[in-house]
């Protein structure tokens, strides 16, 4: 996925937690918000929680590379954050891209 995709800054992240609309599955949850600029923009967070520095990155790493073949079919003008839940660690590839697949179905954001 390209950098010019990614949310970057700090303040963009909290407008989408605080405007955006949520869906939850068991691995993910996502939340959406209309976007003030042209594109798609797409944030991945992972707590703490689930592990330490390499698990958190590889888990991201994971979750940047099931997400980037939706990213032409999202409709323009939206930020969306994906957030890891602690059963992403042992899920397998397949299973991430399904459930990134029926979150962006549940939210309205495929075209």
Known sequence: MKRRYSLKRNKEFRRVYRVGKSQGS?????INAKSKTDGVHVGFSVSKKIGNSVVRNRIKRRLREAFSPFLPLIKEKTNIIIIA???????????????????????????
């Open 85 to 111: 839940r602690e059963p992403v660690k042992t899920a397998k590839f397949t299973e991430i891209e399904r459930s990134i697949e029926r979150l962006l179905q549940k939210a309205s954001l495929l075209k």
């Open 26 to 30: 068991h691995l993910l949850v996502l």
